[in-house]
């Protein structure tokens, strides 16, 4: 299990290309889809507690990027508690996670009506879409 994210951590050189690794990662989705978020985050918590070998931190990332994947609020928040210092790029991880999750609001502003050309007789009309801040 883990096998490729193995090869991901031993050739990854910063935590953007780990996070797109983990995003799409097979076993990282699976994981995602067997577990509830409150899971993955138990799971998160003991595999960082005390970990014995490889495989452990295998399986503490696995779960980052599987809560990641969850979008669960309460598990991206509990995330901030957690002593992450025993990951490499740790800190960083969970701010992309969080950089991720952020629900981004859209505000509907109107629309545009216009002639694509004097030539044509159909009108376009296009939304317009403004994130906000």
């Known amino acids: 299990m883990f096998d490729e994210l193995k090869i991901s951590l031993t ?5 953007g290309f ?5 995003m799409r990662d097979n076993d990282v989705v699976t994981l995602e889809r067997n577990k509830t978020p409150e899971q993955l ?3 998160f918590e003991k595999a ?3 970990p014995k070998d490889i495989s452990d931190l295998l399986s503490a ?3 980052l990027g599987a809560i990641s994947l969850s979008n669960s609020p309460t598990a ?25 999750y952020a629900p981004s609001q859209r505000i509907y502003m109107g629309e545009v009506t216009s002639n694509k050309s ?3 007789s159909s009108n376009s009309t296009q939304r317009i879409v403004i994130p906000s801040v």
Do not use: P, T
Not at 88 to 99: F, M, N, S, T, V
């Open 11 to 15: 050739v990854a050189n910063d935590a």
């Open 18 to 22: 780990l996070f797109k690794k983990l």
């Open 41 to 43: 985050l138990d799971g």
């Open 48 to 50: 960082l507690k005390a």
């Open 61 to 63: 990332y696995a779960y």
């Open 76 to 100: 991206i928040a509990a995330l901030d508690d957690l002593d992450v210092s025993g990951l490499q790029w740790g800190e960083e991880l969970i701010a992309r996670i969080k950089q991720r």
């Open 118 to 120: 004097s030539m044509s």
